[in-house]
């Protein structure tokens, strides 16, 4: 019964989002017979709360004893500690065969590749998607099932139930000894919403992985195509985007994802496959965005992408650059680092006097923060069903369709 205790206003909505009022605080105090002054423990009581403390005092001091003696008693004290395991040498070596050879792959297979070299080094990661687990390519060698016939299972099966899946890893965080991550697809953040700003809020290390990230989804149309999510999920504080453009900037957001102790990650991965851009292991995406490109004539343009468009850049770039016109590339996997850069480099990265477009597929509000009166180049409508190519030229993420837009900003 809401209100039980308050005999006037029991029962009914009145007590629901109101204050009792003195006078209802009096009759409930009266018909639940307590006579303590406010906010004072009777004796009694308090005597009998911590009697019944006491009585697990022995229990403790016992589990102590056997926490000390017991060999992996310092790994269990590191993982509800939320450190990471100190041998970080699986991440290198993964990081050098990408440097190695560079995979063209889609960002979402990136992280499936990232995830079998992180789960096998770090076992207190327990992953899991709500009924995409072909799609969002979440499970490992080393994440078997958990099932009722395996409780060492580290790998979750959630079914279609995107927010009982983000709730849950919510719990496994805050209890610690956990880092949970699950995986769903981007237009189904919605479902997740109300869980991803508790992690948020709750300064919880959760990591949602959330693949099909644009209008790369193709001839699953618009109802699966997200458009505004990337960035209203940037309007959530203490969380932390990554749409990164290539497998090298995926297993960097892996890795900072996992550092962040204090709060949440997303990672908006794509379905279409991706072509390498980077052959460096230096963690650039720390800073949140960098140069990727500097220009080789006289810098004109700033061109500033996410995800799948930072090869468009590069690809725009190349032609303004035939042109004569000079044009860095900046690649921007998390803008949320970057807004914490200090003043210098950020300025450094997007110099003042010159023409500064942002390229992502996805709304265009937002992006005036960085490129001020700038070009935005986005698509602020819902998308359509079609091949994947096909769709980014019909909706003018190409390089015929960008370049007059440039040129003519220029000439005005």
Avoid at 204 to 226: C, F, I, K, N
Avoid at 313 to 339: H, N, Q, Y
């Amino acid at each position: 019964m809401i209100g039980k205790g308050a005999p006037n206003k029991q029962g009914g909505h009145n007590v629901h989002g109101a204050p009792l009022g003195a006078d209802e605080i009096a009759a409930a105090r009266e018909y639940m017979g307590w006579t303590a002054a406010p906010f004072e423990i009777p004796a009694d009581i308090l005597a009998d709360w911590r009697s019944l403390g006491a009585k697990g005092g022995g229990a403790r001091a016992e589990w102590e004893a056997r926490h000390a003696a017991d060999p992996q008693g310092a790994e269990f004290s590191r993982r509800m500690a939320g450190e990471l395991p100190a041998d970080k040498s699986a991440a290198r070596d993964y990081m050098a065969s990408l440097v190695a050879e560079p995979p063209k792959v889609a960002t979402r297979k990136s992280s499936e590749m990232a995830l079998g070299a992180l789960t096998a080094a770090i076992p207190e990661l327990v992953g899991g998607s709500a009924d995409l687990t072909g799609s969002n390519l979440t499970k490992t060698k080393s994440t078997d099932p958990l099932t009722p016939a395996n409780y060492g299972g580290r790998y979750v099966y959630y079914g279609i139930r995107e927010f009982g899946m983000a709730a849950a890893m919510n719990g496994m965080a805050l209890h610690g000894g956990v880092i949970p991550y699950g995986g769903t697809f981007l237009v189904f953040s919605d479902y997740c919403r109300n869980a991803i700003r508790l992690s948020a809020i709750q300064h919880a290390r959760v990591v949602y992985v959330m693949t099909h990230d644009s209008l790369g989804v193709g001839e699953d149309g618009p109802t699966h195509q997200p458009v505004e999510h990337v960035m209203s999920l940037r309007a959530i504080p203490n969380l932390l985007v990554f749409r990164p453009a290539d497998a090298i900037e995926t297993a960097e957001a892996w890795a900072l994802a996992l550092k962040q102790d204090s709060r949440p990650s997303v990672l908006a991965l794509t379905r279409q496959n991706l072509p390498p851009l980077r052959s460096d292991a230096e963690m650039k995406s720390a800073r949140g965005g960098y140069r990727l490109k500097a220009a080789d004539a006289d810098r004109k343009v700033v061109l500033v992408a996410t995800g799948s468009e930072v090869s468009l850049a590069m690809d725009v770039a190349a032609a303004l650059e035939g042109k004569g016109i000079g044009a860095d590339v900046v690649s921007m996997p998390c803008a949320e680092l970057f807004d914490e850069q200090d003043a210098a480099y950020r300025a450094e990265t997007l110099p003042a006097g010159v023409l500064k477009v942002s390229i992502e597929a996805g709304v265009t509000l937002g992006w005036q923060k960085y490129v001020g009166d700038g070009l935005t180049i986005g698509i602020d409508t819902f998308g359509a069903s079609g091949p994947a190519d096909q769709l980014f030229k019909y909706f003018g993420f190409s390089v015929e369709a960008i370049v007059p837009k440039i040129e003519a900003r220029l000439a005005a």
